[in-house]
């Protein structure tokens, strides 16, 4: 089967402007997850979704990021606008149940760096 | 507070040495998950193990073992006879319910092994 993919792979912006990152999960993985890590920290957990609705949005660190899932598909994660300090790789992961019993299938990240 | 500690932020050998990579975990709950992720060159993180707390058996696959240790809090993993395919980036992870979904990753250590 087919991975969880991601794109861009990198991302290069101006602080101030816009990016959006999108995320393809493994077909018919109802559990959507973002996580990212800043330079040198540890791998951080952003937001959970179950198909098209988000369950937990804990981790998002502020209103200037938005993630979508409409029709449970590919999600997007939005920042706008970017800061320095949102540099980093966001990885996309998905699991068929919630708790990944056989783990979480993460994607290859995006790595942003916001100049 | 930091719920995974990997000391180890590199550690190098030669190949077809063993390499142990160390992990101490923190929780309360007596319910937990313990994981390991591998992030090679590539950037995707490949789920390796996941481990129930009330499972303290050790676990062998291929060269991969892990040593699952409450009493100390420690899940760690050893490579035995690297080999240069194993240089990567190594994840130890918890997850504890209810939030079971949400991964609480190391910082991770290098592991570089040189022909």
């Known amino acids: 089967e087919a991975g969880v993919t991601q794109f861009p792979s990198h991302s290069v912006i101006e602080k101030g402007q816009t990016v959006t990152l999108r995320c393809d999960p493994i077909?018919?993985?109802?559990?959507l997850y973002w996580y990212r890590r800043v330079m040198g920290k540890e791998i951080k957990f952003l937001l959970h979704?179950?198909?098209?609705?988000?369950?937990?949005e804990s981790g998002m660190p502020n209103n200037r990021f938005l993630a979508e899932r409409t029709g449970g598909t590919y999600s997007t994660l939005k920042v706008q606008p970017a800061e320095l300090e949102d540099s980093g790789v966001y990885f996309c992961?998905?699991?068929?149940?919630?708790?990944?019993?056989?783990?979480?299938?993460f994607g290859s990240g995006t790595r942003l760096t916001v100049v | 507070a930091q719920k995974v500690t990997q000391a180890q932020t590199e550690i190098s050998v030669v190949e077809k040495e063993d390499v142990t990579l160390d992990c101490v975990y923190e929780?309360?709950?007596?319910?937990?998950?313990l994981f390991w992720y591998k992030q090679p060159p590539s950037g995707e993180l490949v789920f390796l193990i996941r481990?129930?707390?009330?499972?303290?058996q050790n676990e062998i696959s291929g060269r991969y073992s892990w040593n699952f240790q409450k009493s100390t809090s420690s899940f760690n993993f050893t490579i035995t006879a690297s080999q240069v395919v194993d240089s990567a980036v190594y994840f130890c992870?918890?997850?504890?319910?209810?939030?079971?979904?949400?991964?609480?990753f190391g910082a991770g250590t290098t592991v570089t092994v040189r022909a």
């Open positions: 077909s018919g993985h109802d559990n």
């Open positions: 992961a998905s699991s068929l149940t919630r708790g990944g019993v056989r783990g979480y299938t």
């Open positions: 929780t309360r709950d007596t319910t937990y998950y």
């Open positions: 979704f179950v198909k098209e609705s988000k369950q937990d």
């Open positions: 481990r129930n707390s009330f499972d303290e």
């Open positions: 992870a918890l997850s504890e319910p209810p939030n079971d979904y949400k991964l609480s």
